[in-house]
């Protein structure tokens, strides 16, 4: 498979899935379509998709702070690793002691 289409196949797919699920309940599938496009990934939208199906929400408020709580987390967990790459940054500036050298081997 081309690598440029996997990823919006993947996503198409999650998607689908996800319509189906919302549907299921008796909601619009332009909800299913709002919710998968905020959430992202089809990592996120299978999430979506799984909470659905165990919890059978009652009410679209219901969905969308189950969307909300899913991003909330997504985005907490970019931060952190933002933060761990900055930190092994700045470790490794107090050990080499050059921003400009990558290889602490180049000038020795």
Do not use: F
């Amino acid at each position: 498979m081309d690598r440029r289409n996997s990823g919006h196949t993947a996503w198409a797919e999650a998607y689908h899935r996800l319509e189906q699920a919302v549907v299921s309940l008796g909601y619009s599938a332009v909800l299913a379509y709002l919710l998968a496009k905020q959430l992202g990934s089809p990592k996120a939208i299978d999430r979506m998709t799984s909470y659905i199906r165990q919890v059978r929400p009652r009410s679209e408020e219901m969905l969308v702070d189950e969307m909300l709580a899913i991003c909330a987390e997504i985005d907490a967990w970019r931060q952190k690793k933002t933060a761990q790459e900055a930190q092994a940054d700045y470790n490794a500036l107090r050990y080499y002691g050059d921003l400009g050298r990558d290889d602490p081997e180049e000038e020795a």
